[in-house]
């Protein structure tokens, strides 16, 4: 079974970055997506970006593209979100998850327990 673990969150200030980082306990190779994933305080876990591992490609949400950048590093097996220009609307515990269909919905087979990032007005 494989297990995920999410590093970098923290407090940051509107406008600055921070580069979450998610570490896999077995080989990341083996799944087609991994994806970031994130809930506010009373809302819905919602998707943000998704990262196929056969061309590498990204794919985001709306509200988070050209600003959030996913990767992936096999070698490593760990997963990133280099998140630039952020928003108190940014704020909320993310997860990232890692699955066998390239989507931004829950329909993921493993979760990380996930970091709290807090963007400051």
């Known amino acids: 079974q494989l297990q995920l673990v999410e590093s970098g969150g923290g407090l940051v200030q509107s406008g600055g970055s921070l580069r979450l980082s998610c570490a896999a306990s077995?080989?990341?190779?083996?799944?087609?997506?991994l994806g970031w994933f994130r809930q506010a305080p009373g809302k819905e876990r919602e998707g943000v970006a998704c990262?196929?591992?056969?061309?590498?490609?990204?794919y985001y949400t709306g509200s988070v593209q050209g600003r959030f950048t996913i990767s992936r590093d096999n070698a490593k097996n760990m997963v990133y979100l280099q998140m630039n220009s952020l928003k108190p609307e940014d704020t909320a515990v993310y997860y990232c998850?890692?699955?066998?269909?390239?989507?931004?919905?829950?329909?993921?087979?493993?979760w990380g327990p996930g970091t709290q990032v807090t963007v400051s007005s």
């Open positions: 990262i196929s591992s056969r061309d590498g490609r990204g």
């Open positions: 998850a890692a699955g066998r269909a390239l989507v931004l919905s829950d329909d993921y087979d493993y």
């Open positions: 077995g080989l990341i190779s083996d799944y087609y997506a």
